[in-house]
């Protein structure tokens, strides 16, 4: 298991400060997570609105010009707080860069199942599963109460949604959105920047790229312009 691996080990004693990027729910869900876990001491928050009102009583620093800075302050944690795939994985790419540190942040009620492992910047947030064997990919959100069983893989920057139940054997591809409720039959695979719909029963493969919903899920109608 490499330095950007989950050991989950007990937090160490001394509080090491953290950057959260990003003050929106997913950023207040992560300060939450923090918090909870008792590990950091939360510096700020970086967002890209200027002016935005500070989450959960963080201060707000500002843009990501002040990101050098901080680096020089010694600040070498981040967590990027953004929903979006992509844009979740553009973020980082600009930290890792700067020379900060993703660690991955695992909420302290999630059930974590023999040689799972949680990657770089990956995120599980409270009463979610990962069980044994399940890989959570670098930069990947394990919403809260989502289930990834045994053997799982969730892709790099994937996001299964609350409640989402990832079976046995299930691989998720790159910047795939399962989405809240869904449910997949095991061993299916998704694939890279597909889109599973709330609610959707997945029975079989999904292509890379595709938008499927329903039960049994079927592909959506791509919707005009
Ligand atoms: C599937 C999804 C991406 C479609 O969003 P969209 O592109 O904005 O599509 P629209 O809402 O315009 O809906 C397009 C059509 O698909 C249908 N549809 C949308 N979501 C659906 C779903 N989950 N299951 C079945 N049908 C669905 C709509 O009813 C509509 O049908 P119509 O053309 O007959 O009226 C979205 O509904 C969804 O489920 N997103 C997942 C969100 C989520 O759980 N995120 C986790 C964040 S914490």
Avoid: W
Avoid at 180 to 199: L, N
């Amino acid at each position: 298991m490499g330095d950007a691996e989950h050991r989950f080990g007990n937090p160490p004693a001394m509080k090491e400060p953290i950057l959260v990027l990003g003050a929106g729910g997913h950023g207040r869900a992560l300060i939450s997570l923090l918090r909870d876990l008792g590990a950091h001491s939360v510096v700020g928050v970086v967002d890209a609105a200027p002016g935005v009102a500070p989450p959960l009583g963080v201060p707000v620093l500002g843009t990501e010009a002040v990101l050098p800075a901080l680096r020089r302050q010694g600040v070498a944690l981040a967590c990027i707080a953004i929903g979006d795939n992509g844009a979740r994985l553009a973020a980082a790419a600009r930290f890792l860069a700067l020379g900060f540190t993703l660690p991955p942040l695992l909420h302290p009620s999630v059930i974590v199942g023999g040689g799972a492992v949680a990657e770089e910047g990956a995120v599980a947030l409270p009463r979610a599963v990962l069980g044994a064997g399940a890989r959570l990919g670098r930069l990947a959100i394990l919403n809260t109460g989502a289930i990834l069983e045994h053997d799982s893989v969730l892709g790099e920057a994937a996001h299964a949604g609350p409640g989402a139940v990832l079976p046995g054997g299930v691989r998720v591809g790159a910047r795939a959105l399962i989405g809240a409720g869904a449910a997949c039959r095991p061993y299916v695979a998704i694939g890279e920047g597909a889109v599973v719909g709330v609610g959707a029963a997945v029975t079989e493969d999904v292509a890379r790229g595709a938008t499927v919903g329903g039960v049994p899920a079927r592909p959506l109608a791509a919707r005009p312009g």
